[in-house]
């Protein structure tokens, strides 16, 4: 691992991946104008995580307001901006902040947003006086109304693929697009927790999958990724991977030489990361002899 990298440079199959030791808005200024097709993100959100100095919203708020006008110039007309963000939660009172982006959000002429996409995972904290909270929010805006966007590369298998119809004028036609269907706006995606094999000492990591179906729908291969809170690199890996160029910043040494590793990794062909795939439901009937009685019924009932 190295000491002191302060800027990280590494080229695969064409596309560059670069992250600068620097903070977030001063690396967006050294941006030209309309430079960067998809800036993905997920600024810190107060959630007293080791990375952040304080817990409030209004520093978010603050952060959200320092960082979204040059966000704003450096992407193209018809570029995207992905904002991933939670809740903040005191005392079982919860904010959720990506209001607080949309609001901002509203104050810039020829901002639209697109979809607001619920990734929801299975792992967190058991809550005991309100729902265990299992999803969070990507709010997706595009600059301008002529966007770019590919459904292909992000389609999912139909529940029957290759089904056709069976009567009227379509009949023995496919009944649904051959190439997939559409993921849809809830996107059920396992979170980098302790076992998972993307896991690195960053604490909060995006998964690779979640970015790289934003990278492969928003961003054209050969166009440009930014994401300026970089943190472990997982943007720059999911741009490299798909290739994309990438350019971001982390204020933080120890997250940035782990962005490095990942990166230094995926050029050797090294890299482990978990493939866009269904998520494993129970198996309840290998596990029916060890089930509770009331879960015994419901399945038994069908
Ligand atoms: C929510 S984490 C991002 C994690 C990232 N998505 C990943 O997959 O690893 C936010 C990151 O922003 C970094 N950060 C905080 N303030 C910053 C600033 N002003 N400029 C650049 N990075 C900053 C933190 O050190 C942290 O790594």
Known sequence: MQTNPAFVQV????????????????????LPDSSVDLLVTSPPYCIG????????????????RRSFTEMFRVVKNGGSICWQVGSHVTNNVIVPLDYLIFQEASKLENLYLRNRIIWTFGHGIHANRRLSGRYETVLWFTKGNDYYFDLDPIRELQKYPGKRHYKGPNKGKFSGNPKGKNPADVWDIPNVKANHIEKTGHPCQFPVALIKRLVESMCPIGGTVCDPYSGSGTSAVASLLTGRNFTGAELEQRYLNIAKDRLEELKAGAIRYREDKPVMKPDMKSSVARLPSHFEVGWKNG
């Open 11 to 30: 080229t695969h199959n064409s596309a560059t991946a670069e992250i600068f030791q620097t903070d977030a808005v001063e690396h967006l200024q050294q």
């Open 49 to 64: 995580k080791e990375y952040e100095s304080t817990i409030s919203t209004k520093d978010f708020e603050k952060e959200v």
